[in-house]
């Protein structure tokens, strides 16, 4: 297993994740689970407070030992921590003078494990493994095994809360560290109706950094399999704060607000937002002001005077931001209707030859992109973007920090990072100078609040389809 999975978790989050779901006290002849324990951490917390309770309780050591034989259960896949977290949990043993116990810890695959135990108590921190990660037959197997990852590029850990969901007993609680990303990615949509009956509790970290070497934002998500309440309780650990939101109001992404649907009209009934170009080998297309001099004839650049007809001004959020002036090479052409026009390659050797050499000494590393099936080696990497691309337009980043900040960009200029937004043709009633408004407006940054997905710090992440689902006030 990639050692990417091997985070552990620090003592706090291990205290609140046991205290969620009740494991105070009451704890003898009920079972718990830890299913991906690594050195035992979580673990050595559950044992000690089991041994706790049943002191408190007057039970003998023999009953304790017989007690954290039958109810403790862990897995771990690597044999490595599997061995540590046999030594942490023996360590405990000798601090509270109990002789030795024959631990149910299993050094194996808990995707693949055939327990029939159902938990009262379910508690971890699953990998944090994303698709693209995750090796083909490992792929191969989690899809054709659990229903929440039959579609798309799921996370791991969507097999270890749908499996957790199906092991907990019928009275069952389980509380997991988790991306907080699950929430709101599209791939998430079969985990999140699948855990809807059960969750009850979402704990977010929402601009903390639990673990120091992971980007992602966690939150700890209690499930109860005897659900009883409507309302799932939401704190932001954070800032906080807290909200009771209907269970019945979380629908394909969940938003932790009240305020997600303030207006009438539709942003993207009006407005077409898609992602930019992608060549797939920035270096290759992009050119910086450093990097050219121009000339009446092009721009030359690493010896070759490209030709200037294919020489576009670009952007990006961040070059916008700070002023910085760069080129692109555009190896395409609109005709007088807006289509965008391909060339042949020896129609584009021919013509241009001096693009054609400048490329060719990127060629190896071009032919290695994983571009569309139909795009020559010399067009960028995915084409899907340019067909709209040829119109004044505005410009957003995809990760919002501080303001909303909205560039306006001329139809000549082709942007390869960000979102960039169109009139559509139909739309008679509102300009881009409206959209500025709309999308610079306190409505709008609330919104990217609520619906965004936190990456790091303040930041959040936002798509196309979050900015077209915004909904503004008529006024606006």
Known sequence: MNKKCQVFTPENYVRELLDSVGYKEGLYGKTILENSCGDGNILVAVVQRYIDDCVAKGL?????????????????????????????????????NIKEVEWKIHNTDYLKWKETTQFQFIVGNPPYITYSELKKEQQKFVKEKFETCVKGKFDY???FIEKSIKSLAENGK??????????????????????????TIIKDYTQEKVFDNALVKSAIMVLDKKRQQEALHYKDMTLETRIDIPIKQLKDKWFFTENVEKGMKRFGDYFKVSHV?????????????????ETAQGFICNGHNIERVLIRDTATPRSLRYNRNEKIIFPYRYDDNGNLIKFEEDEFESNYPETMAYLSDFRARLDKRKSDSNAKWYEYGRSQALSGLNSDKLLISTVITDKIAVYRLSRECIPYSGMYIVKREDNNEYTLEDAVSILESRNFRQYVLDVGIHISGSSLRITSKDVEDYKFQEEA
């Open 277 to 293: 170009v992608a060549t797939l080998l920035n270096e290759a297309y992009v050119i910086k002001e450093e990097e050219y001099e």
């Open 60 to 96: 003998s050591k023999k009953q304790i030992r017989y007690g954290l034989e039958r109810d403790i259960y862990g897995v771990e896949i690597d044999t490595e921590q599997y061995e540590k977290c046999i030594l942490n949990l023996d360590e405990v043993l000798r601090e509270n």
């Open 157 to 159: 850990c969507y097999a």
């Open 174 to 199: 389980m509380a997991y560290l988790v991306p907080s990303s699950i929430f709101k990615t599209v791939f998430g949509l079969n985990l999140r109706n699948y855990m809807k009956p059960y969750v």
